[in-house]
């Protein structure tokens, strides 16, 4: 039995998803999104750091998986996102765990065999793999289930190091 706790960060919303996987099947554990209504940008990286710390706290994942950066389209928001990476990193480092960072290019080929899927393939797999009545509501949560379950495939495929 291992789980990861998969985390697609961004600014206001961090989307999480904890995937364990138990006799070759997998099981969603938690999923949703954290929402800031702060205005102050250290004290939007100061909550996603306490909410993540607490997660990791409360589910003791064994591993991290933190979906890696990638623009091409909004240049705008690489430097408040790559912040949000930094703390999301800091409390994982602080609290012992080990971090695994799928590239987007990864997540989509992973589960669905097309580096160049589009987020409503990869949300039907993730639905399909984690046995979902109905898919989250938001893509930062799809997003982060997405990045756990492939962590599952690169440990598999030994790729784990090499992300």
Do not use: H, W
């Not at 997660?55 to 998986?65: A, G, H, N, R, T």
């Not at 898919?135 to 495939?153: G, I, M, Q, R, V």
């Amino acid at each position: 039995m291992i789980r990861i706790l998969g985390i697609d960060p961004g600014t206001k919303r961090v989307g999480y998803g904890l995937v364990e996987k138990k006799d070759g099947n997998f099981f969603p554990l938690d999923y949703g999104c954290l929402e800031s209504s702060l205005i102050s940008e250290g004290d939007i990286l100061e909550d996603i750091f306490c909410k993540i710390s607490d997660i990791i706290k409360k589910y003791e994942p064994d591993i991290v998986s933190i979906e890696k950066l990638f623009f091409f389209k909004n240049q705008k928001t690489i430097i408040s996102v790559s912040q949000s990476r930094g703390v999301i990193i800091l409390a994982c480092r602080k609290l012992g765990k080990r971090i695994i960072e799928p590239t987007p290019l990864q997540i989509k080929t992973c589960l669905t065999s097309y580096g160049r899927a589009d987020k409503k393939a990869v949300a039907e797999m993730v639905g399909q793999l984690l046995k979902l009545d109905k898919l989250p509501k938001l893509d930062d949560t799809t997003d982060a289930l997405a990045c756990a379950l492939t962590s599952f495939y690169l440990m598999r495929d030994n790729l784990f190091d090499k992300c």
